[in-house]
């Protein structure tokens, strides 16, 4: 592969934002919804899968977009190409509190594994596609499921994950436990299982959930403080709690 040479700054702190510059015909694929703003000479165009399956026709293409669906991803993505004759730039916008993570794939030895919804653009020629967890136990309760999404080439690719970010490069043999939640991104040589907790008052009554991911090195991991699940879990349950005590409210006329 030879994905577009693109160049970046990333703005903000707990909202961010990444400004990606394009030379004239250069192009960075997103999610749909992604765009922030845009110059004037970029041309927006949507396309089925990621854009990498230009030579195998319309069924390549349909089987590039069927592997999203497969990870929670819409059909189609959106390509943004510098039209003009000098620089433009484009920027995409992070969906919820957290941190923008770039990888430059090429320092990675061309692939990085990430959770479904954790990508948010990238250079065009970078591959998003299909991580199968080929152990059962990481497939049922590994907390991001079955599968996973692993970014393939030789360019830049920007994911997103809430809260701070971790980075932990793990020696040969090295294990760590991490909430399987937390786990963002990993290198393609770390080992994804699952444990289980161990101890039945831990297990239902320890408030961390029945199972571990465990990573097993060499490779270098990724973690998010805020999985968007665990804040959204929140917010239900705030919610339900605010509804309940206003049904419970009395109310006083004081005419009566």
């Not at 693109?6 to 702190?13: A, C, L």
């Not at 899968?49 to 026709?57: A, L």
């Not at 479904?116 to 020629?125: E, I, M, Q, V, Y």
């Not at 590994?142 to 692993?150: A, D, H, S, T, W």
Request: net charge negative; proline share 3%.
């Amino acid at each position: 592969m030879n994905a577009h040479e693109i160049d970046y700054k990333i703005y903000g702190d707990d909202m961010q934002l990444v400004e990606i510059e394009l030379d004239p015909s250069e192009s960075v694929v997103a999610e749909a919804g992604a765009m922030m703003y845009m110059d004037n000479g970029i041309q927006m165009d949507t396309i089925f899968g990621d854009g990498t399956q230009t030579d195998n026709g319309f069924m390549g293409k349909l089987f590039s977009a069927g592997k999203r669906v497969l990870t929670g991803e819409s059909l189609f993505m959106t390509v943004f190409t510098n039209q003009m004759h000098e620089k433009a730039q484009v920027s995409f916008a992070a969906p919820y509190p957290g941190k923008i993570i770039p990888f430059d794939l090429t320092a990675y030895s061309g692939k990085i594994v990430c959770q479904k919804d954790a990508f948010l653009c990238a250079a065009k020629g970078v591959s998003v596609g299909v991580e199968f967890q080929r152990k059962l136990g990481a497939g049922f309760f590994g907390g991001e499921g079955f599968i996973m999404q692993k970014l393939e080439g030789d360019g830049m690719a920007f994911c997103h994950a809430g809260g701070a970010i971790i980075e932990r490069t793990l020696q040969p043999g090295e294990i760590l436990k991490v909430d399987t939640g937390c786990l963002v991104a990993m290198t393609r040589d770390v080992n994804f299982d699952v444990q289980f907790v161990g101890g039945i008052k831990s297990a239902f009554f320890g408030g961390e959930g029945l199972f571990f991911a465990t990573l097993t090195g060499p490779g270098k991991i990724w973690l998010q403080s805020l999985p968007f699940s665990r804040m959204a879990d929140r917010i239900i349950r705030a919610s339900n709690l605010s509804s309940e005590r206003g049904k419970g409210e009395v109310k006083i006329n004081l005419f009566d």
